[in-house]
C-alpha cells in the first residue's frame, strides 16, 4: 500500500521569511514523488517532480529514501506562493500507475 | 480548448437519483483518473484507465460508483442512488507522461 502523509493543514508565513512543507511516504518499493499545487480559483498543476531535480518558481524538493520524506522549500516566501500545495506519489516499478495524494497543505503568506 | 474539460461544472440531485459526469480529455493523453474530493479534505483516487489496459478500479467506494471509458476518448463516472455523503468535487485527469497529471476544474456535486 503506498500512503502519503502531510502532517500541517495549515502553515501561515510570513513575506520574505524561508517556508517548508512537509512529506513523508510510506511505500514499499521504488517511489517517484511529486509536488502539486493549486493556486486561487486556479486548476490543480503540477509544481515539480523529484526525479527532474529542478527548482521551479524558487521552489526545491530532496527525496530523503532513509527518512522516507520529500519537503518542499522556499528560501524566501512571496506572496504568490499563497496557494493549497499536495505532495503526491507513484510507483516506479508500476508501468504508470495510479497517483497518491497527501491531504494538502495550505500556504498563506502575509505581507 | 486545449485543457480537460468536465460537465456539469455544478450538479445538485436528490438523495437516491443517479449522476453522470463526463470528462474530455487532452488529446493524446492515454491516461485518465476520476478523484474525489470532500469538503476540506484532500485528493481520494477513485479509478484511472491508461490504454487498453484493464481499468485499477480500487479506490471506488461502493458498486453504486462506475465509470467508462472508450479508446483515449471521453470518460463518464455515474453514480447511482446517490447518497449525501457523496456531495464533493469530482476532479479528473489526463495524462501523456506518467505521473504528470492535468486537471480539469471539477464536477461539484451536492446531494440533498
Known amino acids: 500500500a503506498q500512503r502519503v502523509t502531510q502532517p500541517e493543514k495549515l502553515l501561515s508565513v510570513f513575506k520574505g521569511a524561508p517556508v517548508e512543507l512537509k512529506c513523508n511516504y510510506s511505500y514499499s518499493g521504488s517511489p517517484e514523488l511529486f509536488w502539486y499545487v493549486q493556486y486561487s480559483r486556479q486548476r490543480l498543476q503540477l509544481l515539480l517532480r523529484?526525479?527532474s531535480r529542478e527548482s521551479i518558481k524558487g521552489f526545491t524538493a530532496d527525496l530523503n529514501k532513509g527518512e522516507t520524506s520529500f519537503h518542499l522549500k522556499k528560501p524566501f516566501a512571496q506572496e504568490e506562493d499563497s496557494a493549497m500545495y499536495y505532495c503526491?506519489?507513484?510507483?516506479?516499478?508500476?508501468?504508470?500507475?495510479?497517483?497518491?495524494f497527501g491531504a494538502g497543505t495550505q500556504v498563506v503568506v502575509t505581507p | 480548448g486545449a485543457g480537460v474539460s468536465q460537465s456539469p461544472s455544478n450538479k445538485v440531485t436528490e438523495k437516491g437519483k443517479d449522476v453522470e459526469l463526463r470528462c474530455d480529455p487532452i488529446?493524446?493523453?492515454?491516461?485518465l483518473y476520476w478523484y474525489r474530493q470532500r469538503l476540506g479534505q484532500g485528493l481520494e483516487f477513485l479509478i484511472y484507465f491508461q490504454g487498453n489496459s484493464a481499468p485499477d478500479k480500487s479506490g471506488l467506494p461502493s458498486d453504486r460508483f462506475s465509470a467508462e471509458r472508450t479508446g483515449e476518448s471521453v470518460s463518464t463516472l455515474t453514480i447511482q442512488r446517490t447518497q449525501q455523503e457523496d456531495s464533493a468535487v469530482y476532479l479528473c485527469?489526463?495524462?501523456?507522461?506518467?505521473?504528470?497529471?492535468?486537471f480539469g476544474e471539477g464536477s461539484r456535486l451536492t446531494v440533498l
Open positions: 503526491a506519489l507513484r510507483g516506479l516499478t508500476d508501468s504508470w500507475g495510479k497517483l497518491q
Open positions: 485527469a489526463t495524462s501523456g507522461v506518467p505521473g504528470e497529471l492535468f
Open positions: 523529484h526525479i
Open positions: 488529446s493524446g493523453h492515454t491516461a
